[in-house]
């Protein structure tokens, strides 16, 4: 490399390196090429371009090392963050302050790196992590939490944390090690009735009326009880008892019309009005808060209830201050562990394309955000992820660890899946290049909510075949990433390195020179070329 290239690269990141090269690099192409899959390494490069001819001629270079490429990346046409991957559902193996085993550490190191953040990202339907199901949620200081207005109302500002501050307070007052996000997510799928948790799931999808409470016509549905119980005639239950519902599209609202009127938000100006009254005086306290960005309604699966709220919220301004969505979310399942013939790939495919061409129809849109992933135990139903467990041709009872077995359109089980779904989100582009998924959490979940066991670790605590995949998903995500911002910085840029021998750059001064970067630039320097790379990098 250094005869041929005039390249010499460093494992220290930050050390000033120098090479007495005696003949000038024959080869700047590759040179220049080298340096950037160097950079995407994280090791430091110097990159040769002696003048035109001849031996013995000085060489000049440039130090560039692994933050000088980070701040470039950041510098370049604001596309906003990427959040990578994350997790909602309790987490094994986490102390309360922020320990976490071995194993628990092995697969938080290996979905962090998709993270612009460095971080995995974690959720939970509230403002902080809590305790759920009497288990207390754990985080450590690679986590970045990302709240959510569950309902359709105000929030409380006494309980919404400040963005980007590490050790906040969780729900139970105590602290939590990890960081809390600069995104505030929507409400929890309005564009759906949803239906009652617990041992009514799928059959219950509406509390009682007031003629079935005066009847004596209301049962009550339970989280905790494992006997199936029924819904009334008309599918309705006490769900506010002893239970709750998958989605704020389940419940009235105060100032609408209807029993249930989200799911038809947009037939009724006057709940529109008051809807989104509320939503913007969220995004003021969140913003208040440190907040930065805000996404769109968690949309069960109607993209187009998204587009309207976008376009409805946007109308004033393109950012949180007027509760403005930047990133678009939406929730994703397949059912039946057969999501090609049950349509669950071609379901995820739909969702992305529409987020695409919100991106490409405004620009403020920077990505969609897919907080919850996985897989129903249950018969598929077009446009509608609620329905009874166990009723499809692959029941979780017949299980012993209640997963999907191996089947024709998933020969591993749920790792095939997992799999795939990571590649449709790698390969999800707009028309420009841009990444269309800037988040990504799977539904870490035992038969949750009519699931399937989602879980990624096992009883014993160690990451199982489900968990390996998402590892690996996750990893390829973020390799694609960097091969991505050398893509970006590589097409039609030239960088222009100094003549002067020897010159290399301070910490100081890296980030504005290697900010120079101008379309089709030529100056006295010498112009070298960062190439288009295409497959260039090891797996």
Request: net charge positive.
């Given at each position: 490399i250094e005869q041929h290239s005039g390249l010499l690269v460093s494992s220290g990141s930050d050390d000033e390196v120098h090479h007495a090269a005696e003949t000038a690099p024959s080869n700047r192409r590759l040179g220049s090429l080298l340096a950037a899959v160097g950079a995407t390494a994280g090791v430091a490069v110097m990159a040769w371009a002696g003048s035109t001819g001849g031996t013995g001629t000085q060489g000049s270079h440039i130090v560039m090392d692994s933050s000088a490429f980070v701040g470039l990346t950041a510098a370049k046409a604001?596309?906003?963050?990427?959040?990578?991957?994350?997790?909602?559902?309790?987490l094994p193996g986490i102390s309360q302050d922020g320990v976490a085993s071995p194993e628990t550490q092995r697969l938080i190191d290996?979905?962090?790196?998709?993270?612009?953040?460095?971080?995995?990202?974690?959720?939970?339907?509230?403002?902080a992590p809590q305790t759920d199901d009497s288990v207390e949620e754990h985080l450590t200081k690679d986590f970045i939490f990302m709240p959510e207005m569950w309902g359709a109302g105000v929030v409380e500002a006494k309980n919404v944390r400040t963005a980007n501050q590490p050790n906040f307070l969780d729900t139970n007052g105590k602290i939590c090690p990890a960081t809390m996000a600069e995104i505030f997510l929507g409400m929890n799928e309005p564009d759906i009735y949803g239906s009652c948790m617990g041992n009514m799931f799928g059959e219950c999808t509406a509390p009682c009326d007031d003629a079935a409470v005066a009847a004596n016509d209301c049962p009550a549905a339970s989280l905790t009880s494992t006997t199936r119980a029924h819904a009334n005639g008309r599918g309705e239950c006490n769900c506010w008892q002893y239970a709750h519902a998958t989605g704020v599209g389940f419940w009235p609202y105060q100032g609408c019309s209807s029993a249930q009127p989200l799911p038809k938000l947009w037939d009724d100006a006057g709940c529109v009005d008051t809807v989104m009254t509320a939503w913007k005086q969220t995004a003021q306290i969140a913003q208040s808060k440190g907040f930065k960005y805000v996404t769109t309604p968690l949309v069960a699966a109607n993209m187009t209830y998204a587009k309207r709220f976008v376009e409805k919220a946007c109308a004033e301004c393109h950012d949180i201050s007027c509760g403005c969505p930047q990133y678009v979310a939406f929730h994703f399942y397949a059912y039946d562990c057969q999501p090609i013939s049950t349509g669950g790939y071609k379901a995820l495919q739909d969702r992305l394309d529409a987020v695409k061409a919100l991106m490409e129809q405004y620009p403020f849109i920077k990505g969609a955000i897919v907080n919850e992933v996985g897989m129903l135990n249950c018969a598929g139903e077009k446009d509608n992820p609620i329905c009874v467990p166990d009723s499809g041709k692959y029941?979780?009872?017949?299980?012993?660890?209640?997963?999907?077995?191996?089947?024709?359109?998933?020969?591993?089980?749920?790792?095939d899946f997992v799999e795939h779904i990571m590649d449709m989100v790698i390969n999800a582009k707009t028309s420009d290049g841009r990444g269309v998924v800037k988040g990504f959490s799977w539904f870490n979940e035992n038969m949750a909510g009519g699931t399937y066991n989602l879980q990624l670790f096992d009883s014993a605590g160690k990451v199982n075949e489900v968990g390996e995949s998402y590892i690996k998903g996750c990893s390829k995500w973020a390799a694609a990433q960097k091969l991505q911002v050398i893509n970006d910085e590589g097409r039609g840029y030239e960088r222009v390195i100094d003549r002067e021998p020897r010159r290399s750059l301070s910490a100081g001064s890296r980030g504005s020179h290697l900010g120079s970067l101008a379309p089709n630039t030529v100056t006295d320097g010498v112009a070298a070329k960062i190439p288009l790379l295409t497959g260039c990098l090891p797996p």
């Open positions: 604001d596309d906003g963050p990427n959040w990578g991957c994350g997790l909602v559902g309790a290996g979905i962090k790196g998709s993270s612009t953040y460095n971080k995995a990202s974690y959720w939970n339907w509230n403002l029941p979780a009872k017949n299980d012993p660890n209640h997963q999907c077995p191996k089947n024709s359109e998933l020969p591993r089980g749920l790792p």
